[in-house]
């Protein structure tokens, strides 16, 4: 079973940065994709941005340009800097890692979620 920790949410002011962690344990043999989602109250959970191995990244419309996502393979983390906040952006975020345990046995494993709320 691969489990993911999540860290690195809270309260910031409009204009501000943060920077979320998620840290994959338990045996992985390979990961396919790496990608932070978030829901907002009242919404549907929504793709923030992604990085598919051997493809490149894919960011939300509403990120682009102020959110950034890393990876150190060596880690099995993935990171999610968020610069230039805005109150729309509160919600709360989930790391997701797809990969696979061994070779054809496949995971798709979810954070427990982090909390952003960005102030006014």
């Known amino acids: 079973q691969v489990q993911l920790v999540e860290s690195g949410g809270g309260l910031v002011q409009a204009g501000g940065s943060l920077r979320l962690s998620c840290a994959a344990s338990?045996?992985?043999?390979?990961?396919?994709?790496m990608g932070w989602y978030r829901q907002a109250p009242g919404k549907q959970r929504e793709l923030v941005t992604r990085?598919?191995?051997?493809?490149?990244?894919d960011y939300g419309d509403s990120v682009k340009g102020r959110f950034t996502i890393s990876r150190d393979n060596a880690k099995n983390t993935v990171y999610l800097q968020m610069n230039s906040l805005k109150p729309e952006d509160t919600a709360v975020y989930y790391c997701?890692?797809?990969?696979?345990?061994?070779?054809?046995?496949?995971?798709?494993?979810w954070g427990q979620g982090t909390q952003v709320t960005v102030s006014s």
């Open positions: 990085i598919i191995t051997g493809r490149g990244t």
């Open positions: 997701n890692i797809e990969g696979t345990i061994s070779r054809g046995r496949l995971f798709d494993s």
């Open positions: 338990g045996t992985i043999f390979s990961i396919n994709a």
